[in-house]
C-alpha cells in the first residue's frame, strides 16, 4: 500500500506567517510521530500521537507549534508566527503500534525568509 | 536520558571496501536499536533493528549490525560497498514505551570513491 504522505514536499514562507504541514500514515497505523530535521541540531522528536491522543507535547519547540491528528487518521504540525529558526525539514513517521518500527515520510522542507 | 553517539562525521570507503559504522547508545534498559539510511532529498528508510534475541541482526541492502550490551555499541557493517550505499546513516534508540520517539544520533555521512 502507500506510504506516509506529506504535503506540502516544500514550503517557503515569510517571517511572522503561520503555515500548516499535512501529514497522512499508513493507513491502519495508529502511532504517529512528528520529528525536525535541521543543520544544528539533527533529527528531533517533536510529538506523539496514539490515535487522536498526544500525552506529551513537551518536545514541541515553543508554544509557537502544536499539532493535532483527527479521525486517527491525517495529522497536522501547525506553526504561528513563523521564525527563521524554524527552517527545518519536517519529517512525520507511522507505525502500526507504539514501540514498533516507524514509516518516515519524504518530509516537508520549510523555508522562513 | 537516552542518547546516541556516532563517533564519525564522514566516513570514505572505496567500492568494494567493507564498511563499519559505529553506534554507541547510552539507556538504562534494553533498548530497542535502529539503523535508518536517509538520501539526499528522501525520508528515513529502515536498515535494520534490535529488539531481543539474536544479537547479530541482518537487514536490507546486505548490512548487519551487532548489539553488545557490555559496550553499548550496535555498530553497523557491510563486507561490501556499492557506490548506491552513499548516503546518510542515522542510528535510533527507543524507549519500550514509544511514547517518546526516538532519539537519533547525529548521522555519518558515507561516501564511496570508485
Known amino acids: 500500500g502507500a506510504g506516509v504522505s506529506q504535503s506540502p514536499s516544500n514550503k517557503v514562507t515569510e517571517k511572522g506567517k503561520d503555515v500548516e504541514l499535512r501529514c497522512d500514515p499508513i493507513s491502519g497505523h495508529t502511532a504517529l510521530y512528528w520529528y525536525r530535521q535541521s543543520l544544528g541540531q539533527g533529527l528531533e522528536f517533536l510529538i506523539y500521537?496514539?490515535?487522536?491522543?498526544?500525552?506529551?507535547k513537551s518536545g514541541l519547540p515553543s508554544d509557537r507549534f502544536s499539532a493535532e491528528r483527527t479521525g486517527g487518521s491525517v495529522s497536522t504540525l501547525t506553526i504561528q508566527r513563523t521564525q527563521q529558526e524554524d527552517s527545518a525539514v519536517y519529517l512525520c513517521a507511522s507505525s502500526l503500534i507504539a514501540k514498533n518500527i516507524q514509516y518516515f515520510g519524504a518530509g516537508t522542507r520549510l523555508s522562513v525568509l | 536520558a537516552q542518547s546516541v553517539t556516532q563517533p564519525d562525521i564522514h566516513i570514505t570507503v572505496s567500492e568494494g571496501a567493507s564498511l563499519e559504522l559505529r553506534c554507541n547508545y547510552s539507556?538504562?534498559?534494553?533498548?530497542?536499536l535502529f539503523w535508518y539510511v536517509q538520501s539526499p532529498g528522501q525520508g528515513l528508510q529502515l536498515l535494520l533493528k534490535y529488539f531481543s534475541g539474536d544479537t547479530l541482526v541482518q537487514g536490507i541492502k546486505g548490512f548487519e549490525a551487532e548489539f553488545k550490551r557490555s559496550q553499548s555499541s550496535f555498530n553497523l557493517r557491510k563486507p561490501s560497498v556499492h557506490w548506491s550505499d552513499a548516503a546518510e546513516y542515522f542510528c535510533a534508540v527507543a524507549s519500550g514505551g514509544g511514547a517518546d520517539g526516538l532519539t537519533f544520533g547525529k548521522g555519518t555521512h558515507l561516501i564511496i570513491q570508485p
Open positions: 500521537f496514539q490515535g487522536n491522543s498526544a500525552p506529551d
Open positions: 539507556y538504562g534498559a534494553t533498548p530497542y
